[in-house]
């Protein structure tokens, strides 16, 4: 055997170096041919707060349309932040408690909303999610939320103020049985005449009921000032006061007041203090009071009521006023802009809005809605619930203005004094004055007082300073 000679060395090093190098070889082909593992992006995800109010039912239908959205998206997740009414989550806003990303809000309280710069325009984002505002969604609703050339708050629902009766003691038949006049049958509408008449027909003195109570403010008395072809406000977008002396207007309130003032067809204050007039008329005391759709389910809940609704009598023209809610965008935060456009088109998706309709206090803005089954509900009192969709066409919309709740409450004792402890109307355009002149207070910003100092109101009269009083007297004539 030959030694181990530098030659064999050689070679067996050149021949390791060979096989070392294909080895590195063959495991970087190895290694480009292994298939790679493609792993998805990180998705950041968005949490969005959503502000509603009402009651159980209502909170629990939107939390119901929430969670089906959270379990359906993976880049947000929103959460239901509630409140018992409108106001309580203004204040919260106001106040910078809570500031939720989507909310919804009275139309009364746009101009506030506005003025704080406290929601985002929303044209641009609509057009860019093709929602079909012009078709899908009652005119008056669009309308009713589009202020400075654009859509300040998508809307999603619009009720109508309608006249609840008591089947029982407004019976339509009987009354044409005896001559009486009466509206059609399908509940189109009726002229102050037959309403009059049906008041009348349901005050029954044995049995202790009345036939209708109007609530003197200036939500109740609108309608039938605007039915009768006068205005509430001397100025439809910027008004200065209220237009109530308007020779229109208070022939409208004359003859409203006319029967609102007549003791045995209304409720008097002694009675009012025991009781509201929605809990008279769950008793069966009460044959008629205007409402909105969210009075329905707690009318469906009383055993034994018996009731249908009628459109806002007319006066000359079918006209009423509205409750109507959007939904509104914060202003700001531009980067959570799109996350919420997104969940704000699936809240007014039909099967959304369907959803918190069947609950049967909210009346959509979305026609395709409003008009099926789901907010109908054709097995379920009211019979004729047609009327609610149908009136949403005499919608008059107030001005915005800032201050109107306040307004309200200003001119309150005015009104209910004309309904309660003023002796007659033989002054009643001179009383609507001294109530226009008060309201500048607040309309009109070049306002100077000049009323006086002794605790009255502008028209001298110092019983305009609280809630209905009426003489004992009074009362037991009404009684």
Same mark, same amino acid.
Request: charged share 25%; net charge negative.
């Given at each position: 055997?030959?030694?181990?000679?530098?030659?064999?060395?050689?070679?067996?090093?050149?021949?390791?170096?060979?096989?070392?190098?294909?080895?590195?070889?063959?495991?970087?082909?190895?290694?480009?041919?292994?298939?790679?593992?493609?792993?998805?992006?990180?998705?950041?995800?968005?949490?969005?707060?959503?502000?509603?109010?009402?009651?159980?039912?209502?909170?629990?239908?939107?939390?119901?349309?929430?969670?089906?959205?959270?379990?359906?998206?993976?880049?947000?997740?929103?959460?239901?932040?509630?409140?018992?009414?409108?106001?309580?989550?203004?204040? =919260?806003?106001?106040?910078?408690?809570?500031?939720?990303?989507?909310?919804?809000?009275?139309?009364?309280?746009?101009?506030? $909303?506005?003025?704080?710069?406290?929601?985002?325009?929303?044209?641009?984002?609509?057009?860019?999610?093709?929602?079909?505002?012009?078709?899908?969604?009652?005119?008056?609703?669009?309308?009713?939320?589009?202020?400075?050339?654009?859509?300040?708050?998508?809307?999603?629902? @619009?009720?109508?103020?309608?006249?609840?009766?008591?089947?029982?003691?407004?019976?339509?038949?009987?009354?044409?049985?005896?001559?009486?006049?009466?509206?059609?049958?399908?509940?189109?509408?009726?002229?102050?005449?037959?309403?009059? =008449?049906?008041?009348?027909?349901?005050?029954?003195?044995?049995?202790?009921?009345?036939?209708?109570?109007?609530?003197?403010?200036?939500?109740?008395?609108?309608?039938?000032?605007?039915?009768?072809?006068?205005?509430?406000?001397?100025?439809?977008?910027?008004?200065?006061?209220?237009?109530?002396?308007?020779? /229109?207007?208070?022939?409208?309130?004359?003859?409203?007041?006319?029967?609102?003032?007549?003791?045995?067809?209304?409720?008097?204050?002694?009675?009012?203090?025991?009781?509201?007039?929605?809990?008279?008329?769950?008793?069966?005391?009460?044959?008629?009071?205007?409402?909105?759709?969210?009075?329905?389910?707690?009318?469906?809940?009383?055993?034994?009521?018996?009731?249908?609704?009628?459109?806002?009598? /007319?006066?000359?023209?079918?006209?009423? $006023?509205?409750?109507?809610?959007?939904?509104?965008?914060?202003?700001?935060?531009?980067?959570?802009?799109?996350?919420? =456009?997104?969940?704000?088109?699936?809240?007014?998706?039909?099967?959304?809005?369907?959803?918190?309709?069947?609950?049967?206090?909210?009346?959509?803005?979305?026609?395709?809605?409003?008009?099926?089954?789901?907010?109908?509900?054709?097995?379920?009192?009211?019979?004729?619930? =047609?009327?609610?969709?149908?009136?949403?066409?005499?919608?008059?919309?107030?001005?915005? @203005?800032?201050?109107?709740?306040?307004?309200?409450?200003? $001119?309150?004792?005015?009104?209910?004094?004309?309904?309660?402890?003023?002796?007659?109307?033989?002054?009643?355009? &001179?009383?609507?004055?001294?109530?226009? &002149?008060?309201?500048?207070?607040?309309?009109?910003?070049?306002?100077?007082?000049?009323?006086?100092?002794?605790?009255?109101?502008?028209?001298?009269?110092?019983?305009?300073?609280?809630?209905?009083?009426?003489?004992?007297?009074?009362?037991?004539?009404?009684?």
């Amino acid at each position: 055997m030959r030694g181990f000679t530098w030659r064999t060395g050689a070679v067996v090093t050149a021949v390791a170096m060979v096989v070392l190098i294909g080895m590195i070889v063959l495991a970087d082909v190895s290694e480009r041919e292994k298939p790679r593992v493609e792993h998805p992006p990180v998705v950041k995800r968005t949490d969005l707060e959503f502000g509603v109010w009402g009651n159980k039912a209502e909170i629990a239908a939107y939390q119901a349309v929430v969670d089906d959205y959270n379990a359906s998206s993976k880049d947000t997740r929103v959460e239901v932040r509630s409140w018992p009414s409108a106001a309580a989550m203004l204040e =919260a806003v106001r106040t910078g408690e809570d500031t939720p990303d989507l909310y919804l809000l009275p139309r009364n309280d746009l101009a506030e $909303v506005m003025a704080e710069k406290r929601n985002r325009p929303l044209l641009d984002l609509v057009t860019e999610r093709e929602i079909p505002i012009g078709d899908d969604f009652a005119r008056e609703a669009v309308a009713a939320f589009s202020v400075e050339n654009d859509l300040q708050c998508l809307p999603y629902t @619009i009720s109508p103020m309608v006249m609840y009766y008591n089947s029982d003691l407004v019976d339509f038949e009987a009354m044409a049985a005896d001559g009486l006049p009466t509206p059609k049958d399908d509940h189109s509408g009726w002229n102050f005449a037959q309403f009059r =008449a049906a008041a009348e027909f349901a005050s029954r003195p044995r049995r202790k009921t009345r036939g209708v109570y109007i609530d003197p403010s200036l939500r109740g008395l609108a309608p039938f000032v605007y039915s009768g072809g006068g205005k509430m406000y001397d100025d439809e977008t910027e008004p200065t006061s209220l237009a109530l002396s308007d020779d /229109s207007s208070t022939d409208a309130l004359r003859q409203t007041l006319e029967l609102l003032r007549d003791p045995r067809l209304t409720l008097s204050s002694r009675q009012l203090a025991q009781r509201t007039a929605v809990e008279w008329f769950k008793r069966g005391k009460l044959a008629m009071l205007p409402g909105f759709r969210s009075l329905t389910p707690e009318l469906r809940a009383t055993d034994g009521l018996n009731f249908d609704v009628m459109p806002m009598p /007319s006066l000359g023209s079918n006209q009423t $006023v509205g409750e109507i809610n959007g939904i509104c965008l914060a202003h700001g935060r531009p980067a959570r802009a799109e996350a919420s =456009a997104n969940f704000m088109t699936y809240l007014v998706s039909d099967e959304a809005v369907a959803r918190v309709s069947e609950t049967g206090y909210l009346q959509p803005a979305k026609l395709t809605v409003a008009l099926s089954s789901d907010f109908q509900q054709p097995d379920q009192q009211p019979a004729h619930a =047609a009327v609610f969709t149908n009136a949403v066409r005499a919608i008059v919309l107030p001005p915005l @203005i800032e201050n109107g709740s306040e307004l309200a409450t200003l $001119v309150a004792p005015d009104l209910e004094a004309l309904l309660f402890t003023t002796p007659d109307l033989q002054d009643l355009q &001179e009383s609507l004055r001294a109530i226009d &002149e008060k309201s500048r207070i607040l309309l009109d910003p070049d306002y100077s007082s000049e009323a006086p100092s002794d605790g009255t109101s502008p028209s001298g009269d110092p019983s305009s300073t609280g809630t209905p009083s009426g003489s004992a007297s009074d009362d037991a004539e009404r009684d």
